[in-house]
Every structure is written in C-alpha cells, then in structure tokens.
C-alpha cells in the first residue's frame, strides 16, 4: 500500500513548489517575453492554457492516490516513477531562469522539459492506461513543443541576429510553422491523439491574432486548416476503433 501512494506523495510535494514558483513570478513572464517578441510569439492570452494544465496535473495526481495495478502489475506511479518530479522540477527552474531573463538557460532548460515529457508521454502511451492520463499529458507535452519553440526564437532575437544560415526571420517562421505541423500530424496518427493537434490550433491562432504580416498569416491559416482536420481524421478513427 505504501509503495502505490509514495510516488503520488512525492508529485504532491514537488508540484506545490511549482505552483508557489509560478505564483510569485507569473506577472514577469509576459513582460519579459514582451522584450524580444519575435514573429512567432502567441498573443498573450494564449498562456492560460497553463492553468488548465496545471489543473489537470492536480487531478491527475489525485487520481493516482486511488490507482490500481495495472495489467502489467505496476500502479501509474510506478510506471513513471521519478519522471514527472523531474519534469515539475524543471518546470518550476523554466519560470524562475526565464524571468531572471537568463535567455540561453531559459532555452536549455525548456528543452530538458520537454524531454521529460518525451518519456512520460511514451511511458503512459505505452500500457494503454487511463485515457486520462494522456489527456493531461498529451496537452501538456502539446503546450511545451509550441513553447519551446517560441522560445528559441526569442533567445535567437535576443541576439539581435537578423539572418541565419542565410535566411531571415519570417523565412524561418514559415520553415518553423511548417516543420511543427508535421510533428504534430505525426504524434497524433502514431499515438492516436487528437487532441495534441488542437493545442497546436490553440497556439497558431494566437500567433495570427498577435501578427500582421500577411505572408505569414497565410501559412498560419494553412497549418491550422491541416491540423484541424487531423484531429477530426484521428477522433473519428478512435471512435470507430472503440466501437469494433
């Protein structure tokens, strides 16, 4: 009994101080992003999609102090053991390096996240669990792909770099829109996630809405379009799945 309720414990612990971190230093995030905004930066309601992940972490947590074994014998807890303590960890470092204005550390450790949600992601995909877990997770790790990205524009601005390998920022944008779509469309058919999509929906919007540039806006509206209707292809396959 106790070994199933320790990892929960310990996500309980790890996560408050996350949430306390993001607390006392949410205000600065904006601003700071604000300094450098690049091409590629959402407007800003677009980051309150982190309450309804930080939401859905809390419930899930709690959800695991009532997990079962599953068909291969190990509670979700177990299974991912020390992962998600690493990823609150990390989360919790991301916001306080980023408002520091650490830019290059900012970048490093968002990459880390995101890794961590690699794993955690592959790990609940793996053993067919609760479909809320990748629910929670799959938004999650959706949210931190877009970030890391946006964030990686906004070092490279930082720097005051106007071209890269010969290409200039909105070259790179599209480039950037265009590869991000693809990863989308390929984790939701291999993972069968449709909801991973929609948050890439719910972060381009936001960057229409925060641009002008009509070349730009253009693309925005292609991607979207394609990963609309990825969503659809892949909720409509899992409903016919469930149904055989």
């Excluded at 490093?108 to 790990?123: P, S």
Aim: charged share 10%.
């Amino acid at each position: 009994m106790f070994r199933a309720k320790f990892w929960p414990l310990i996500y309980v612990i790890v996560f408050i101080g996350t949430l306390i971190m993001n607390y006392l230093t949410s205000m600065n995030v904006g601003r700071v992003a604000n300094q450098d905004q690049a091409l590629i930066q959402p407007a800003g309601y677009a980051f309150s999609i982190w309450s309804l992940i930080y939401l859905l972490i809390i419930i899930w947590i709690i959800r695991l102090f009532f997990d079962q074994q599953q068909d291969y014998g190990l509670t979700q807890g177990e299974n991912l053991t020390f992962w998600p303590i690493l990823n609150f960890i990390l989360n919790g470092l991301w916001i306080y390096v980023f408002t520091k204005n650490w830019k290059l550390a900012s970048v490093i450790v968002i990459i880390a996240l995101l890794l961590t949600l690699v794993i955690i992601y592959r790990k609940i995909s793996q053993y067919h669990n609760d479909p809320f877990d990748r629910v929670v997770f799959g938004i999650y790790f959706a949210w931190v792909t877009v970030a890391t990205i946006v964030n990686i524009f906004t070092y490279v601005k930082s720097l005051n770099v106007s071209n890269v390998l010969g290409m200039s920022e909105l070259t790179w944008t599209w480039v950037m829109l265009i590869v991000a779509t693809a990863l989308c469309l390929y984790i939701a058919f291999k993972y069968h996630d449709f909801l991973y999509p929609l948050v890439f929906v719910w972060a381009f919007a936001a960057i229409y809405f925060e641009n002008q540039n009509s070349l730009l806006l253009m693309v925005l509206i292609g991607c979207m379009i394609v990963q609309v209707i990825t969503a659809i292809t892949v909720l409509i396959r899992n409903l016919k799945n469930s149904q055989k």
